[in-house]
C-alpha cells in the first residue's frame, strides 16, 4: 500500500515537473503577445483576444485573507482559458471555459487566499487562430477577517492562545496549517471548541511537547452549515500543540474557522511522578489526596507503613470516566487486593475496602489499567486504620461523678463533650487522665475523644444512675393491695417476711397499687422501690388492715 502510494506520488511529481516546465517554455513563448492590468475589485472589467493579442494579464491586490471570486462572461470563440497565478508564479488553479459570440461562456470559481499578489490570467492556450473574442472579468471578495498570525506552520512559530479567548483562523489555498500553543500551568482537563466554515473537513490535532499525538480528529461541515467540534482531554501541566490543518492538502477543504479553548483544573494535591515503587507518594493514615489520572498520566502510586497488624480501609472517590483501577501490593510485590469501580465526572464513584493487614509498608495503586484513553479524571483516596489511632479507655461515669478518668497515650490530649459542653485535658506522662466536669443526670451521652495525626478514636459513654429512689410512702394495705406514691418508673416489692408478694410499677402520676397474694389482717410487710439502673431504696413496713 505504502509502496503503491510512494509509486504515485511520484508519477505525479513527475507530472507536475513537466506541467511546469512546459507552463515556463509557454509563458516565455508568450510573454511578447502579453499585456498587463489592474483588476480592480468589485468592477467590471473588460478585455479582448485577438490574432496578436493572445493572453492578458490581470493583477490582482489582496491585503487580507479571504474568499477570492471570479467571474468571466466570454464571447470567446469556443475555448477561453482562465488561470490563477500567485506571486511566484505558482498555479492556484488552470481552467478554461466555452461558449461562443453568440452564447457567451458564463464561468464562475472561488478559492480561499492568502494575502498578497495575483495575477489572473484570460488567454488563448493553444494559439488558436479561432480562440479569439471580447470578454468581462470581475472580482470580487470576502475578507475572513481571521484574527490568527501567520505565519503559525509549525510548533515553532505556533500562535500563542489564551483560554476563553476565541481566535479566528482561515486555511486557505496557500495555507494549510494553523498552529496554536497553548499552556496548562496545571494538571486538568483540556476543552476544545471549534466552529469550521471550512469545505468540507477540518482535522484538528491536539500534539504534546514532545511531538505525541493526543488526538487527530476531523469534522465535516461547510460554509454554509458549519460543523461544531468539542472535545476535552485531561492532561498534566504543559505546553501542547493545536493543529489546525487540511490534511490531504485537499483544494477545496478551506475556509475559516473559530477555535476557542477553555480549562478546568484538577486541583490534585498528589506529587508526581508517583509511577512506580521507587517514587510513591507516602500517604499519612487518615489525610485524604486528590489525584488525576490524564493521557500522560496512567498510574499514581501511594505507599503507607502500618505500625502494628490490623485494619486497613481504602476510601476513595473517583471521577474519572468511566473505569478507575485499584491494586494493593505488599513490599514483596505480592497483590492483595485488585478492585475496579465505575463513575463519571458527573456521577462519581464510591469505593471502600477494608483489609486486614501485617505490620509493615504497603503500596496503593490508583491507575487507567488498559491505557484506555477516556478512563481519565481525578479522585479522593484516603486510607484509614483503628491500629494507628491514640488507645483510649474511659472508666465508668455515674450521676454522681465529678470527673472522668481513663487511659491513653502519653500526653495525649483528651476532649470531652457532656451535655453541650467541651472539656480538654492533657493524660500524664503514663496516659492517664482525668477531666473535672460537673455532675450529669443519670442517661446523659457523653463522648470522650483523642486524636492524632492519624485521626480520631472515640469513646461513647452513659452517665450510670446510682442514686436510689426514695422510700415509698403507703396510703393503704388492704388484704389484696397495697396503695402508695414512690419514684417514678421504680419497681415496688411488696414482701411478706422473705417472700415476694407482690409487685407494681410506679406510674407517671407518681402513685402505684400493688396486687397481693391474699394476706391476714393484722400481718406485717415489707415496701421498697428499685429504679432500673438497680439502685435500692429504703424500706417501710406497713400493717395489713
Ligand atoms: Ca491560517
Ligand atoms: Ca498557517
Ligand atoms: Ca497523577
Ligand atoms: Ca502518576
Known amino acids: 500500500m505504502n509502496r503503491m502510494m510512494k509509486a504515485i506520488s511520484l508519477n505525479a511529481k513527475i507530472v507536475v515537473i513537466l506541467a511546469l516546465l512546459l507552463s515556463g517554455v509557454h509563458l516565455f513563448v508568450k510573454k511578447a503577445a502579453a499585456a498587463e492590468f489592474n483588476l480592480p475589485l468589485n468592477t467590471n ?29 466570454s464571447y470567446v470563440d469556443s475555448d477561453t482559458y482562465i488561470r490563477l497565478l500567485d506571486d511566484e508564479n505558482d498555479v492556484v488553479f488552470d481552467d478554461y471555459t466555452s461558449g461562443s459570440s453568440e452564447s457567451p461562456a458564463k464561468y464562475t470559481n472561488w478559492v480561499d487566499l492568502e494575502p498578497g499578489k495575483y495575477f489572473v490570467e484570460i488567454y488563448n492556450k493553444y494559439d488558436w487562430d479561432e480562440n479569439i473574442g471580447n470578454y468581462t472579468l470581475k472580482a470580487t471578495f470576502t475578507a475572513a477577517n481571521n484574527n490568527e498570525v501567520e505565519q503559525n506552520n509549525g510548533t515553532v512559530n505556533a500562535q500563542p492562545l489564551k483560554f476563553n479567548q476565541a481566535v479566528t483562523g482561515f486555511l ?37 511537547n514532545n511531538n505525541e499525538t493526543v488526538f487527530d480528529h476531523y469534522t465535516e461541515g461547510s460554509s454554509k452549515n458549519p460543523a461544531k467540534y468539542y472535545n476535552w482531554v485531561d492532561l498534566e501541566p504543559g505546553d501542547y500543540y493545536l493543529e489546525v490543518y487540511n490534511k490531504y492538502d485537499w483544494d477545496d477543504n478551506t475556509g475559516k474557522y473559530i477555535l476557542k479553548t477553555s480549562f478546568t483544573p484538577a486541583n490534585n494535591n498528589e506529587k508526581e511522578s508517583n509511577n512506580g515503587t ?57 497483590e492483595l487486593l485488585s478492585d475496579y469501580v465505575e463513575g463519571s465526572s458527573k456521577n462519581p464513584a464510591k469505593y471502600s475496602k477494608t483489609i486486614e493487614l501485617k505490620k509493615g509498608t504497603y503500596f496503593f495503586k490508583v491507575y487507567n489499567k488498559y491505557d484506555w484513553d477516556d478512563n481519565t479524571g481525578k479522585y479522593t483516596l484516603k486510607i484509614t486504620s483503628p491500629v494507628v489511632l491514640a488507645p483510649l479507655t474511659v472508666d465508668k461515669v455515674s450521676d454522681k461523678s465529678t470527673v472522668i478518668k481513663g487511659k491513653t497515650a502519653k500526653n495525649q490530649e483528651v476532649i470531652v463533650k457532656a451535655s453541650g459542653k467541651t472539656y480538654k485535658k492533657k493524660a ?15 442517661g446523659t451521652k457523653i463522648e470522650v475523644s483523642a486524636k492524632n495525626k492519624y485521626g480520631t478514636k472515640k469513646v461513647s459513654i452513659t452517665v450510670l444512675d446510682k442514686t436510689p429512689p ?49 394476706q391476714k389482717k393484722g400481718s406485717k410487710l415489707v415496701v421498697y422501690a428499685k429504679d432500673k439502673a438497680g439502685n435500692k431504696s429504703g424500706s417501710k413496713t406497713v400493717k395489713v388492715k
Do not use: C, M
Not at 45 to 67: C, D, F, H, P, Q
Not at 174 to 202: C, M, Q, W
Not at 298 to 308: A, E, G, S, V
Open 470 to 518: 426514695k422510700t415509698p410512702t403507703i396510703k393503704k394495705a388492704t388484704v389484696t393491695y397495697v396503695e402508695g406514691k414512690g419514684e417514678k418508673a421504680s419497681t415496688i416489692y411488696v414482701y411478706k417476711g422473705s417472700k415476694l408478694v407482690g409487685k407494681a410499677t410506679v406510674g407517671k402520676k407518681g402513685t402505684f397499687k400493688a396486687k397481693i397474694s391474699k
Open 428 to 442: 500524664n506522662s503514663v496516659g492517664a487522665f482525668s477531666i473535672n466536669i460537673p455532675k450529669q443526670k443519670a
Open 172 to 208: 486557505s489555498w496557500n495555507d494549510e496549517v494553523d498552529f496554536y500553543k497553548v499552556t496548562l500551568p496545571k494538571a486538568g482537563r483540556f476543552h476544545i471548541d471549534l466552529n469550521t466554515y471550512i469545505d468540507s473537513n477540518t482535522y484538528i490535532k491536539l500534539l504534546d
Open 278 to 334: 521507587i517514587e510513591a507518594q507516602a500517604l499519612p493514615f487518615s489525610q485524604t489526596v486528590t489525584g488525576f489520572l490524564s493521557w500522560n498520566d496512567t498510574i499514581d502510586y501511594y505507599k503507607f507503613t502500618l505500625p502494628k497488624s490490623g485494619k486497613v480501609t481504602f476510601n476513595s472517590v473517583s471521577y474519572v470516566d468511566e473505569t478507575t483501577f485499584f491494586q494493593l501490593i505488599n513490599s514483596q510485590n505480592d
Open 45 to 73: 472589467v473588460k478585455g479582448v483576444l485577438t490574432k496578436n493579442i493572445t493572453s492578458n494579464t490581470y493583477t490582482v491586490e489582496l491585503n487580507k485573507a479571504g474568499r477570492f471570486f471570479l467571474n468571466v462572461t
